[in-house]
């Protein structure tokens, strides 16, 4: 069966500092691997998608960046932080049909 | 453009009461569907899934819904709610050729009253 996993759970970072938040998926292949934010209180935002290594979509201009450097890895990052940037970081994968299956996110408070 | 609809911010029903929580889309053709619930917390999880045939669909934890296409909606039952089904519930729409992404409503928060 097919697990997702991000890291870390809870993180408090301060104004300007960098971001790393990592998502990895177990038991499939070339999966879809998504990127989304909640805000309090909020809806999803999609942030980032990609279907294959080295392939990412942004679909929201702002300080953050994905990569996908292995083809069950995906990473979020951010040079310098900033308060906007709080919220709840979402990782999900993907195969047929638009399905999508998520892991456990990513609470990020930036200070 | 493509668009989901979640009319209700929240549903308050008492423990044992029926729920019916009400999904609309906007969708040129018959879109792929999906009801997801989080907990607080927690990331989000399938209940159920639409794509073709049968237009009441079974999920987990004792959910279903029905497709309606002459109302484009797509709403979330269950009989009788029970205290840990207090969540808040997304409805989604895969529109096809939109490159695998989903189209998400503002969700519905639930809140049993005991």
């Known amino acids: 069966s097919q697990t997702i996993h991000q890291w870390p759970a809870t993180l408090v970072q301060p104004v300007g500092s960098p971001l790393s938040l990592e998502c990895t998926v177990e038991g499939t292949s070339n999966p879809n691997l998504y990127w989304y934010r909640q805000a309090a209180g909020r809806g999803l935002q999609l942030l980032f998608y990609s279907v294959g290594i080295g392939q990412i979509s942004s679909e929201v201009p702002q300080n953050l960046s994905a990569s996908r450097p292995q083809d069950r890895q995906f990473i979020l990052s951010s040079k310098k932080l900033l308060l906007s940037d709080s919220g709840f970081y979402l990782c999900?994968?993907?195969?047929?049909?638009?399905?999508?299956?998520f892991g456990p996110g990513t609470r990020l408070t930036v200070t | 453009a493509q668009s989901v609809t979640q009319p209700d911010i929240h549903i308050t029903v008492s423990e044992g009461a029926s729920l019916e929580l009400r999904c609309n889309y906007s969708?040129?053709?018959?879109?792929?569907l999906f009801w997801y619930v989080q907990s607080p917390g927690q990331g989000l999880q399938l209940l159920l899934k639409y794509f073709s045939g049968d237009t009441l669909v079974q999920g987990i934890k004792g959910f279903e819904a029905e497709f309606k296409r002459s109302q484009s909606s797509f709403n979330l039952r269950k009989p009788s709610v029970h205290w840990s089904d207090a969540a808040e519930y997304f409805c989604a729409v895969g529109a096809r050729g939109s490159n695998y992404q989903l189209i998400w409503g503002a969700g519905t928060k639930l809140i049993i009253k005991p």
């Open positions: 999900a994968w993907g195969k047929t049909h638009y399905e999508q299956y």
């Open positions: 969708y040129g053709a018959t879109p792929y």
